[in-house]
């Protein structure tokens, strides 16, 4: 193996080292990267949705910031010298205006970093909201619920205020009545994230699980 040739090479003062690491492009690399692991390949392991999500966040973070490191390490006549020259600065936060009010397709993200269509979803400027969740085959809605939001910030605010499915989530089996949902269910919150064509989505915190519902606004 090439590492074990290189382990028994002699030290010599003979070399320079350096890295530099460009934060300006850094975010577009790793927005090109995650084309990349979306491609679809049989061979390999599907990056699971968490990991997707958490992706996404690094992308957003980065994008937060430009400049430059630059480290160097090199041998001189007192010995070994290290150098570390960066400059790194946040830049301006844009405050995005959400329109939230509207019909919308709802999509998760799913292993691979797909989005996977799961049903609709209307947000009403009156404060409340109205889902559905589509069958497996997208025949026929097998969930619904009905809820309260408020926007603070970055964060939509969900209260939960009732609910309904189809038992065993079949078609053919009616809906059950309308009822409050579980305590641990009620209340609900999610960061808000820009996306392209003017939509948005929504990153959720799931029993310590990331994931993240795309909003795409209905033509």
């Known amino acids: 193996?090439?590492?074990?040739?290189?382990?028994?090479?002699?030290?010599?003062?003979?070399?320079?080292?350096?890295?530099?690491?460009n934060y300006t492009r850094l975010s577009k690399a790793m927005k090109d990267l995650r084309s990349v692991v979306m491609l679809s390949d049989k061979k390999q392991v599907a990056i699971p949705?968490?990991?997707?999500?958490?992706?996404?966040?690094?992308?957003?973070?980065?994008?937060?910031?430009?400049?430059?490191?630059?480290f160097q390490s090199d041998f001189v006549?007192?010995?070994?010298?290290?150098?570390l020259n960066a400059e790194i600065k946040l830049n301006s936060i844009i405050q995005?205006?959400?329109?939230?009010?509207?019909?919308?397709?709802?999509?998760?993200?799913?292993?691979?970093?797909?989005?996977?269509?799961?049903?609709l979803e209307e947000i009403l400027a009156d404060g409340t909201g109205f889902y559905q969740q589509?069958?497996?085959?997208?025949?026929?809605f097998v969930f619904e619920t009905r809820y309260r939001w408020?926007?603070?910030?970055?964060?939509?605010?969900?209260?939960?205020?009732?609910?309904?499915?189809?038992?065993?989530?079949?078609c053919t089996?009616?809906?059950?009545?309308?009822?409050?949902?579980?305590?641990?269910?009620?209340?609900d919150v999610c960061q808000l994230r820009t996306e392209s064509d003017g939509n948005f989505s929504c990153v959720y915190?799931?029993?310590?699980v990331l994931n993240k519902a795309v909003y795409k606004k209905n033509k």
């Open 49 to 70: 949705a968490e990991s997707c999500v958490i992706f996404d966040e690094t992308i957003a973070v980065l994008s937060q910031f430009s400049g430059f490191i630059d």
């Open 173 to 187: 089996h009616q809906f059950e009545k309308w009822k409050i949902p579980e305590v641990q269910y009620i209340n």
């Open 134 to 140: 589509y069958s497996d085959d997208e025949q026929c």
């Open 150 to 170: 408020s926007q603070n910030g970055e964060h939509i605010e969900l209260q939960y205020v009732s609910e309904r499915t189809r038992p065993d989530g079949v």
């Open 96 to 119: 995005n205006t959400y329109q939230l009010p509207g019909k919308y397709q709802i999509h998760y993200i799913e292993e691979g970093c797909q989005l996977v269509k799961d049903g």
């Open 1 to 21: 193996m090439l590492s074990e040739t290189l382990s028994k090479e002699k030290l010599l003062s003979n070399g320079l080292f350096q890295e530099s690491l």
């Open 205 to 208: 915190n799931w029993d310590g």
């Open 77 to 83: 006549e007192r010995g070994w010298l290290n150098a």
